[in-house]
């Protein structure tokens, strides 16, 4: 089993900056590829980066290119989204996700998942 919880989110203004963190405990976190996923209201979750075990790679939805950065800390068993120029449409739930071994961009493809933390951004 894999624990992730969630924290960071918050109510910001167009054109500021979040940084979202995500904790894990229980199984070796190396081990895992990790995620960052949103929702937002009537929609299904997608896709918003993604890390490699070692951290050497990552992948952005085109949503979040240039804009949000994804890195993680293996020692400290931390993911993190750095998220800048946020729009109001990045507001949405988002949720760190752990996978065993390869990363994906498929939210079916994830086992663990936190309990998600609330972004919104107002005009």
């Known amino acids: 089993q894999v624990q992730l919880v969630e924290s960071g989110g918050g109510l910001v203004q167009a054109g500021g900056s979040l940084r979202l963190s995500c904790a894990a405990s229980g199984r070796t976190f190396s081990n895992y590829a990790m995620g960052w996923f949103r929702q937002a209201p009537g929609k299904e979750r997608e896709f918003v980066a993604t890390i490699s075990r070692g951290g050497v790679g990552t992948n952005y939805a085109d949503s979040a290119k240039g804009r949000f950065t994804i890195s993680r800390d293996n020692s400290k068993n931390t993911v993190a989204l750095q998220m800048n120029s946020l729009k109001p449409e990045d507001t949405a739930v988002y949720y760190c996700?752990?996978?065993?071994?390869?990363?994906?961009?498929?939210?079916?493809?994830?086992?663990?998942w936190g309990q998600g933390t609330q972004v919104t951004v107002s005009s």
């Open positions: 996700a752990a996978r065993w071994d390869w990363v994906s961009t498929l939210p079916s493809e994830y086992k663990y």
